[in-house]
């Protein structure tokens, strides 16, 4: 179940996000009765994103895996497998914090305001889900993956909340941060700029994850590196503190214990960059963005050759052209 890949900051998942272990928290909870759907382990949420390693661009934005983002304007279609109508409009309530930075919106069906049931084999943007380990989501448009939707996976993930909930800071928290991956974001301490490599406790770390996880040393530090400097794939900010995307760390793995300047507290709201990346990823510049994103996409796509990046953008620029008709209309 371990992943492969080496951007991802502890993660237990696959082709795309977010997944932390008890070494940082909160993505990977205690809930061992909970089980992994036996497909999903063909495709854990974990990033992957290759890419050659261009200079380093620094944009008003946390972490943004760029060829999964959306179109700027969509309307991102949500529905739940379980859960009652109270809890469905609490996530959907939470998430709407999004729509306020975002030119984007977090739509529903017609008349159901509480939010649909998913249906199997619909390849509806968000499918939320009650069962499996953990809290997480596949960053952004990888949850459309026909993997994903031929199996009738979800894409998030709240463990064990259709039997309750925590706090209201703590479960809007929660929310925001896995709708921030829904969007496209990455954990923000993954953030090459907070320098955290060298205050880890290495060795605690390594037999950590070796006793939960199997993992041997060189997939441990591959998953809980900083993200390489990236910046075809990857556009960041400074290291931002505050951002909803940053778990809190705990002390007994960094070396100076809580005087490290990479223990973190967990955070509720969105930060200040939070809210700027947002606009960033989602511009509400309109149909002229639109138009200036597919040039440069179809540029893009005349260079690469095929893989994963290529059908990522493929993707993503299929998504703009249909926005661009919309607006249109």
């Known amino acids: 179940m371990p992943p492969t890949n080496r951007q991802t900051w502890l993660a237990l998942t696959t082709a795309c996000c977010a997944f932390s272990g008890h070494a940082f928290s909160h993505d990977l909870i205690?809930?061992?009765?909970?089980?992994?759907?036996?497909?999903?382990?063909?495709?854990m949420p974990v990033s992957k994103a290759p890419a050659p390693l261009p200079p380093r661009v620094k944009m008003p934005s946390f972490i943004l895996d760029v060829p999964y983002r959306w179109a700027a304007g969509s309307e991102l279609q949500v529905c739940f497998v379980g859960g009652d109508m109270q809890l469905r409009k609490r996530i959907l309530q939470a998430a709407s914090e999004w729509?306020?930075?975002?030119?984007?919106?977090?739509?529903?069906?017609?008349?159901?305001?509480?939010?649909?049931?998913?249906?199997?084999?619909?390849?509806t943007a968000i499918r939320i889900g009650f069962e499996e380990p953990g809290h997480w989501s596949y960053i952004g448009t990888k949850s459309q993956h026909p993997h994903l939707v031929s199996n009738g996976l979800t894409s998030m993930n709240f463990s064990r909340w259709n039997y309750g909930t925590p706090d209201n800071a703590e479960f809007e928290g929660i929310v925001l941060h896995e709708f921030g991956h829904a969007l496209g974001f990455e954990h923000e301490h993954k953030n090459p700029s907070a320098g955290c490599e060298s205050q880890y406790d290495w060795p605690k770390l390594l037999a950590w994850y070796k006793k939960q996880y199997g993992w041997e040393e060189t997939r441990t530090r591959e998953n809980v590196a900083p993200l390489l400097l990236n910046s075809r794939t990857f556009k960041w900010s400074d290291f931002d503190?505050?951002?909803?995307?940053?778990?809190?760390?705990?002390?007994?793995?960094l070396l100076n214990?809580?005087?490290s300047s990479c223990y973190f507290q967990g955070n509720y709201a969105l930060s200040k960059l939070d809210k700027a990346g947002a606009a960033v990823a989602y511009s509400s510049k309109g149909t002229p963005a639109l138009i200036q994103r597919t040039e440069a996409l179809v540029?893009?796509?005349?260079?690469?050759?095929?893989?994963?990046?290529?059908?990522?953008?493929?993707?993503?620029?299929?998504?703009?052209?249909?926005?661009?008709?919309?607006?249109?209309?």
């Open 30 to 43: 205690d809930d061992s009765d909970a089980r992994w759907h036996p497909a999903r382990l063909l495709m």
């Open 99 to 123: 729509e306020k930075h975002a030119d984007i919106k977090f739509a529903l069906t017609p008349g159901a305001a509480m939010g649909k049931d998913c249906l199997r084999g619909e390849a």
């Open 241 to 253: 503190p505050e951002s909803i995307m940053i778990y809190k760390t705990h002390p007994s793995f």
């Open 257 to 259: 214990k809580e005087s």
């Open 299 to 329: 540029d893009s796509l005349e260079k690469l050759p095929g893989g994963e990046l290529k059908d990522a953008l493929t993707m993503q620029l299929e998504l703009t052209r249909r926005q661009i008709k919309r607006a249109a209309q």
